[in-house]
């Protein structure tokens, strides 16, 4: 008996045996499909991350407020200047790229290690021109990405509307609010309120390490606005002309201008295509996706835009976000809804690179914990939430911003750095990445370079950062800070 129980045992034991490498390589396969499913929303280094990426961050908010420029500059002037600036912002960040890349080859002939870094545009500055242009890169940089949150977390209770002034004998059609985009959804709190609400939601981006996780973000995020973009084309034309439409724009040079300046903006999204770039697994790759980004954009802004101002042409000066002249519909709705989620992704855009600063200020940066990171992120979101129920004005803030810093942030800096980097015939010559196939000639870009420096300086800098300026101040002046509800809805009276 006792071999018959040996055996049992035997065959009780070998039966074990056979059944613990299944269940180890079902944990296994379960494991390697949690992996997989976390890889793909998760973890993204690709071309194709990249482009979804910056696609998905140029054009978010704006694309309510372009046919206003439309009506501005006029149809013509309207499509032409999209294209012009969307094609200088592409050479622009062309020039971050290749200036990134000379870094990073720079760095690693000297055996540098990236490891748990995230290379930044400051850093890039410093290493190719010195301190003074790392303290002027971070300076604009860390300004533009700071004031870009708060606009977006204004613009989640907010959205605009022309406010008609006189300005030293000139009539200028400037900016100021209507009721907000939520306010299209509920109505029922100020916007002070919504602004706290939104707030405390765009302050969960703490817990995204960085572009490398944005992944499902940006895929979301260009699904978003095409949508409301095709929304704007159909809904325009399914509307029709309004009775008496005009469209006799551009009628006065400082409209002409303002109009320009905003597109300028549009097009001006660049400001973290080094972040982008250090998240690819190949960042040598990225030279043109930016462009083909763009191209991608201009699918979407011109037809909407183009739309708009044909149906409702001149009424656009009195009702710069394109919603609030469509009847309201479920599509309407869905589009409101979409661009205000899509506001959370735009937030983490512009606050992830501030994020990497403090990180690096505090020590933290090259840390592996998610927690501690997030934690030590969060002092960064408190002063965005400050100065956003301060300067509650989306559209003077907006002006400003593409004027005064967007000018020197995404397009004269890159330019002027491109062409100190490369001023010697030695850089030239032991260049990273030579000249493009379009334009072969040092000389060439050299010039292009020049043009972008001036051109920008003038028009963006120049009459763009004039009339922004004039009308920021006069709404701090009307409005005070700190205001509860401003140019809210006056109260209906209460009938007894």
Same mark, same amino acid.
């Given at each position: 008996m006792v071999p018959q129980k040996q055996g049992e045992s035997a065959i009780v034991s070998l039966g074990a045996n056979e059944t613990e490498p299944d269940e180890q390589r079902g944990e296994e396969r379960v494991d390697q499909s949690m992996s997989s499913f976390k890889s793909l929303l998760w973890h993204g280094g690709s071309v194709y991350d990249a482009w979804f990426s910056c696609a998905s961050n140029q054009v978010a908010q704006v694309l309510l407020t372009l046919p206003y420029s439309f009506?501005?500059?006029? $149809? &013509?002037?309207?499509v032409l200047f999209q294209v012009f600036y969307g094609l200088m912002g592409s050479w622009t960040a062309? &020039?971050?790229?290749?200036?990134?890349?000379?870094?990073? =080859?720079?760095k690693e002939r000297e055996n540098f290690s990236f490891k748990n870094h995230?290379?930044?545009?400051?850093?890039? !500055?410093?290493? &190719? !021109?010195?301190?003074?242009?790392k303290a002027v890169g971070l300076a604009f940089n860390c300004t533009f990405l700071l004031f870009g949150s708060v606009i977006q977390l204004i613009a989640c209770a907010s959205r605009w509307i022309p406010f008609n002034r006189l300005v030293s004998g000139f009539g200028v059609v400037l900016f100021a609010f209507d009721y907000s985009n939520i306010y299209y959804i509920n109505d029922k709190l100020d916007k002070r309120t919504w602004t706290y609400i939104f707030g405390a939601c765009c302050a969960t981006t703490v817990f995204i390490p960085s572009f490398h996780n944005y992944r499902i973000w940006s895929f979301l995020g260009l699904g978003m606005t095409t949508y409301t973009a095709w929304y704007l084309t159909i809904a325009s034309f399914v509307h029709g002309q309004v009775e008496g439409v005009t469209h006799s724009g551009p009628t006065k040079l400082v409209l002409y201008f =303002?109009?320009?300046t905003n597109i300028l903006y549009t097009f001006g999204g660049h400001a973290v295509t080094v972040e #982008? $770039?250090? *998240? $690819?697994?190949?960042?040598?790759?990225?030279?043109?996706?930016?462009?083909? *980004? =763009?191209?991608y954009v201009f699918t979407l802004t011109i037809p909407s835009a183009s739309a708009v101002y044909w149906a409702f042409g001149d009424q656009l000066l009195n009702h710069s976000n394109a919603f609030s002249l469509l009847p309201r519909t479920r599509f309407r709705d869905a589009a409101v809804i979409l661009m205000l989620i899509h506001q959370f992704i735009t937030f983490g855009? *512009?606050? =992830?690179?501030?994020?990497?600063?403090w990180e690096k200020v505090v020590g933290v940066h090259d840390t592996k914990s998610i927690f501690l990171r997030a934690l030590v992120r969060l002092p960064v979101v408190i002063p965005i939430w400050f100065l956003a #129920?301060?300067?509650?004005?989306?559209g003077p803030i907006n002006s400003a911003v593409g004027a005064l810093l967007v000018s020197f942030t995404v397009y004269i800096i890159p330019a002027l750095a491109h062409m100190l980097t490369y001023r010697t015939a030695l850089a030239r010559r032991n260049a990273a990445e030579k000249p493009p196939f379009f334009l072969p000639s040092w000389t060439a870009m050299y010039m292009v370079n020049a043009f972008v420096v001036v051109w920008v300086f003038v028009v963006g800098f120049g009459f763009g950062g004039w009339a922004s300026m004039t009308n920021f101040i006069k709404q701090v002046d009307t409005f005070g800070l700190f205001a509860k509800c401003y140019q809210c809805k006056p109260p209906t009276p209460a009938h007894h």
């Open positions: 009506s501005q500059l006029g $149809m &013509l002037s309207g062309y &020039l971050i790229s290749v200036l990134y890349v000379e870094y990073r =080859t720079r995230v290379i930044q545009w400051f850093e890039v !500055l410093d290493g &190719l !021109l010195g301190p003074y242009w =303002t109009g320009a #982008i $770039m250090h *998240a $690819m697994w190949k960042p040598q790759k990225f030279k043109y996706i930016y462009l083909f *980004a =763009t191209f855009f *512009a606050c =992830t690179p501030l994020y990497f600063v #129920i301060i300067f509650p004005f989306f």
